[in-house]
């Protein structure tokens, strides 16, 4: 709809979402249905996507392709999405707060056993919780064991979806470890003869003010906890925290694809396909990207073949792998990812989440492409997903194509 917007009014599609952004000055940003959209750099992404595209250029492209009869788009979406579902004042799930919790023990040896209420779906929580643990206390992320999903043993928590994960459970993770590390400090200066207030922090060490010389490592203060406490001290080194978070988060990302429609036929090809994300702080850059890829996998896949319907006595058509389509390396574009990073302000390592990300903008830009392609022949909109039959009934007709495609039953 933005898309078709600017066509109506006559302006640069990219040029008419500029305008419309939220500035990166006016955050916090109020939204019109009360969220608070807490920061952002959405110009700077629209900027890398038109960039890394060749927008101008591509614009000229069309133009000499249209001279030759060949018909190429652009499309363009920019997304934004509440995540990280929490917040106990506004929300909960029948009267139950919605905050996520985590456990950590670090034994006398220096490793460390973390638990938390989450439950991967193969997002790499196993990867990511231990690399948190790591960057707040140093224990290197091999000697950290991740414990999801047992009932017998696992800490509270409100499970895996709304790409809540490290917007809830991930900062769960990072305040126990600070726990942790704040009792680790006493130990040292125990260790070390020194008040509290004259011991400093490296990543896995503590040290005296003014001799960085003397110090004890993380491990010496987990053997200390067990073995030399000083008087009054509860024995042991583990913790719970719960985290409450007090805000949903808000990453943004831009999306730009490039496309070219055979007339003859309704078959579309995707010639370039560019990601901009900003999910915040980027805890493990592998596994981002993995999902951006697989939710625009999803999103191209939603865009140009997949549908649910029912035939007329309400059975699911499509309700198996052989007759629902998914999209396989051989059709599946390649994808050109880039990133941009605003910090979530409230989070505690800030972190934004992205997980769906990419299906939630990715579509769009497919269509919009594919629209862009054919505004010339009077059509403004297709339902997905964009089936060669309807796309080629669109530039036929010179028409909409609106609706779920027809079942045909024999």
Known sequence: MVQAAADDLGMDQAEFRRMNFVQDDDFPHRTAFGFLTDS?????????????????????????????????????STMTEPLGAGNSRE??????????????????????????GAKTQGQGHETTWAQI??????IPAEDVLVEEGDTDTAPFGMGTY?????????????????????KARKLAAHLLEASEEDIEWELGRFYLRGDSSRGVTIQECAMAAYSNMPDGMEPGLENVAYYDPPNLTWPFACYIATVEVDPATGVWDVLRMVAVDDCGVRIN????????????????????????????????IGGNYMDYLLPTAWETPGFELHEVVTPCPHHPIGAKGI???????????????????????????????????????????????????PVRME
Not at 92 to 111: C, N, P, Q, W, Y
Not at 166 to 180: C, L, N
Not at 286 to 307: C, D, K, R, S, W
Request: glycine share 12%; net charge negative; hydrophobic share 40%.
């Open 40 to 76: 952002g750099q959405y110009g700077k992404c629209l900027d890398v996507g038109l960039e890394a595209i060749g927008y101008e250029d591509f614009k000229k492209q069309k133009e000499e392709a249209a001279k030759r009869g060949r018909l190429l788009g652009i499309g363009i």
């Open 285 to 316: 850059p592998m596994i981002v990207e993995g999902q951006i890829m697989g939710g625009l996998t999803e999103a191209y896949a939603m865009a140009n073949m997949q549908f649910i319907t029912f035939d007329e006595e309400g059975n699911c």
């Open 162 to 182: 709304a790409s809540r994960s490290t917007p809830v459970a991930g900062a769960a993770v990072s305040m126990v470890a600070r726990k942790i590390r704040a």
């Open 91 to 116: 929300y909960d799930i029948l009267g139950i707060k919605m905050f996520d919790s985590a456990e950590l023990r670090v034994h006398m040896t220096g490793k460390a056993i973390l638990r938390t």
């Open 133 to 138: 643990v790591a960057h707040e206390l140093g």
């Open 355 to 405: 997980g769906e990300c990419a299906t939630v903008g990715g579509p769009a830009a497919f269509v919009n492409a594919v629209m862009d392609a054919l505004k010339d022949h009077g059509v403004r909109n297709i339902d997905m997903p964009l089936l060669p039959d309807r796309v080629h009934k669109a530039i036929q007709e010179r028409t909409d194509v609106s609706g779920a495609p």
